[in-house]
């Protein structure tokens, strides 16, 4: 008797419904993993500031040119790394796939 070896081909499996991808998701949400509210809270703060002084820099730089100029500079520093760690943060948060706490700069140096 001679074996023969044959492909197995799995049946395609039904696409998950849309709560149990959210259920999947709140699973990975909370899994273990510390929220660090330090370099959260540095995001946010950093982000409300940008946030006021860009506006404060285009009404301004009207009026008073170098003024305007320093807030627009001022509230592009702040306002860059502030939303991108917070974007971090609630991309993490909702569980989004490759996104993780450890990912916010400045929680381990």
Request: proline share 6%.
């Amino acid at each position: 008797m001679s074996e023969q070896k044959h492909l197995y081909v799995g049946l395609p499996q039904a696409e998950s419904s849309a709560y149990e991808t959210t259920i999947r998701a709140k699973k990975r949400r909370y899994y273990g993993e510390k929220i660090p509210w330090k370099p959260v809270l540095t995001g946010l703060f950093l982000s409300v500031v940008g946030s006021v002084f860009l506006p404060l820099g285009i009404v301004t730089i009207f009026s008073d040119y170098d003024k305007g100029v320093s807030y627009l500079a001022l509230g592009s520093i702040t306002a860059i790394p502030g939303y991108y760690a917070f974007g971090i943060f609630l991309l993490a948060f909702f569980g989004r796939p490759g996104y993780r706490y450890i990912h916010i700069p400045g929680q381990y140096q």
